[in-house]
C-alpha cells in the first residue's frame, strides 16, 4: 500500500464525506487514503501534519478548502488541492480583532459549531485567529511564483459561494501556482461525481496509476 494525505478542511475531520469515497474507490489500487482531525490553531496543526507526514511518507498531498493551505507547506510531494481557499488565512488573521469583542467568540463558535462525529473543534479566539496570517504566508511561500518544484493542481467549482467573498479566488491561485487547474460545474464542496469524474483521474495520473 501508499499512502495518500487528506488534509480536510475547516470544521471537518477523520470521517470527512471526500477522504471517504477516495479510498473506497483507491484501495483496490494499493492506495491508503490516510484523513485524520487536526487542531484548529495553526500552529499546533502544522506540527501535528508534520508528524503525519514523517510516519506515513505520502506519495500525494491532497488538501480541501482551508486545509490546501496546510497542505502547501508540505514540500517535496506533489499537492492536488480540491476548492483551495488560499485567502482565508488572511480574513481570518486580519479580523481576528473582533474576537476581543465580548460575545463574538461564543456567537461564532454557535454558527461555525461542526456536525456530530470525529469533527475539527472550532474555537474562534483572538489568539489562534491571529496565528493564520503567518500560516497564510508560509504557504505562498511554498509556490511556482517563489520558485518551488513540487507539482501542484487545483480543482475550483462554478458555483462556489466563497469565490464571491474572495476567500476562494482562482485568480490568486493563478498569481501564485499558475493555470494547473480544471474548474468542475458544482459548489465549493465537490459533488459526487465531480470526484469520480474529475478528482479521481487526476489522483491516478499523478500516482501513474493506469486506468
Known amino acids: 500500500m501508499i499512502n495518500v494525505l487528506y488534509i480536510h478542511g475547516m470544521g471537518g475531520g477523520g470521517d470527512s464525506r ?3 469515497i477516495l479510498n473506497d474507490a483507491l484501495r483496490p489500487e494499493g492506495v491508503n487514503v490516510v484523513v485524520r482531525t487536526y487542531d484548529f490553531d495553526p500552529v499546533i496543526a502544522h506540527n501535528q501534519i508534520n ?7 505520502p506519495y500525494l498531498v491532497i488538501g480541501e ?6 497542505a502547501l507547506r508540505i514540500k517535496g510531494v506533489p499537492h492536488l488541492l480540491i476548492s483551495p481557499s488560499l485567502n482565508a488565512p488572511f480574513f481570518l488573521g486580519y479580523l481576528s480583532w473582533m474576537a476581543l469583542i465580548p460575545g463574538v467568540t461564543s456567537i461564532f463558535d454557535r454558527i461555525y459549531r ?13 489568539s489562534t485567529l491571529k496565528k493564520y496570517l503567518a500560516h497564510g504566508r508560509a504557504a505562498l511561500l511554498n509556490s511556482v511564483r517563489s520558485g518551488s518544484s513540487d507539482q501542484f493542481y487545483a480543482f475550483f467549482g462554478t458555483r462556489d459561494h466563497y469565490r464571491r467573498t474572495g476567500i476562494v479566488s482562482v485568480s490568486t491561485w493563478k498569481k501564485y501556482y499558475g493555470d494547473s487547474f480544471m474548474m468542475y460545474e ?3 464542496f465537490a459533488e459526487e461525481e465531480h470526484i469520480y469524474d474529475k478528482v479521481l483521474p487526476e489522483i ?3 500516482l501513474n496509476i493506469k486506468q
Open 65 to 70: 478548502s482551508l486545509g490546501a493551505v496546510h
Open 186 to 188: 458544482g459548489t465549493h
Open 51 to 57: 508528524g503525519w507526514v514523517a510516519e506515513l511518507s
Open 18 to 20: 471526500i477522504p471517504s
Open 114 to 126: 461542526p456536525k456530530d462525529g470525529d469533527r475539527q473543534k472550532l474555537h474562534f479566539k483572538y
Open 204 to 206: 491516478y495520473n499523478m
